[in-house]
């Protein structure tokens, strides 16, 4: 794999940022992925959390204990150099990739902005959701709630921009679009992105040991089930 | 042993430290808001400085303490009593059985924190005890405390022969020093640059108010609207607390225990670690001030603020012994 380049900055006194660009590429992204494996598997000391992203892989660290044992450098400057020496090694790990389907309805009383992503792509709905589900979506990161991925990249003919004016309550399992990205709600929430459907699934389960289905890394594709199907897996899975 | 929460005040949860290592997952570390609190009232009860406390807001909780136990409280002053008796923060507490806490006034302070000796029986949830409300789990059930909730205490203090009324020990912590600076002290972050001239000078000058739309997760500022040279689009990365990104409206958020795990706001720059215990004690509409520092002046003042509990520790240790003798 070829080496990109990156800027190393400081997110607080505890905390650093390796930014490998402000773009949302595939290949950007593995470097991430990349690190974050070599980082998680190598367990440098002193970190407490490692928080990959589309382009950066940030890393909380325990700043008193690395000043500690390092009176005389700055726990930063320390830091910074234990990730650029992982980083020199980092391009020897395979990437483990896990492929997950999950099943989507996509009626109109679950994606209640079909209609307006339709209108936008100056397609029918069921051309929509052709798009949708023909793609395989890489999970570039989880943020914003427990366990929500930001997929990409979405068919350019359907990346309609974030609504203008968010919704109070998104129900849990919401499958929406954000420009080039989709994503889904693992809890409900607040919530501005366009919404297709919805999936049976729970992306967020805090009863199990990993409560989150999808992790960074996986790819994903949406498969798309009727109204009956989405009823009777949830049922399933009450 | 156990305590009752006869009322539950506006919010009562149980924090830690935080729970670690699970960002890349969505799940964000939350944890006390007054880490230094939370670290202040396990010091003086010699447990160990992470474990799991009360956290509450005024209209504070009324909590009845069915055994006796050792308590701290830390953090802001609420003006504690048990049965008529005046309690302080930041002092060990001797409370006999079947008494009720109560907190009478906000004096001071935001927060409060209430640790007891020997700690809360509880389920941990990924590795924290730390209540996380969005995802309903850890602490008490996942939720905020409510009246008639039993929490169940790990360790019974020995009954009191001496006398039925609680008694203060004669220990105590000054963490004055930690919570008194005229300003908000910050590291420029990574889009500082990107701000006018002037949005850089009315950051460093201008007073910045907490609105009511404020909570764990964040503080929304009040003042004069900041710009930035040119639009930044940015793609999401991680925050940390502390983090104070500006908003498509010029207004500023500083990110706080319950902050999201990742985000896309220009970042401003990035409250010092040492200074949070501070932020997290002020009340809506009340005015910050912010002033840059570098690296090496923060990480030394989280470091001495390590040093102070490490030394708290070993003076109530030498207490604790002299207590016992007698």
Sequence with gaps: MQKLNYSIYPIGDSALTIEFGNTIREETNDAVMQLFHQLKKNQVAYIIDIIPAYSSISVIYNTVAIKKSNPNILAFDWMQQQIVKEMELSHVNELNRRQITIPVCYDITLGPDLNEVADYATLSIEEVIALHTAKLYKVYMIGFLPGFPYMATVDEKIQLPRKSQPRTKVPAGSVGIAGAQTGIYPLASPGGWQLIGQTPLKIFDVTL??????????????????????HQINKQQQ | MSITILKPGLLTTIQDNGRWGFQHLGINPGGAMDILALQTANTLLLNNKEEAVIEFYFPAPIIQFNHAAFIALSGADFDASINGTKLPINQPIYVPENSTLQFNNKINGQVGYLAIQGGLELIEWMNSYSTHLKAAAGGFEGRALKAGDEIQL?????????????????????THAFYNHASCWFIP????????DEGKQLFTEAGFSITSQSDRMGYQLNGPSLQLIEPKVMISSAVARGTIQLLPNGQCIILMADHQTTGGYPRIGHIIGAHLAALAQKSIGQVLHFKPTDMATAENLLLMQAQHLHQLKNACNLQLDVYHRH
């Design chain 2, 154 to 174: 790990a360790v019974q203090a020995p009954k009191s022969s001496s006398s039925k009324d609680c008694s203060i020990l004669p220990w105590k912590a000054d």
């Design chain 1, 209 to 230: 040991e990993m409560p989150c289905l999808l992790q960074p890394g996986d790819e994903v594709r949406f498969e798309s089930i009727s109204l009956e199907a989405f």
């Design chain 2, 189 to 196: 972050g990574n889009e500082f640059h990107l701000l006018t």
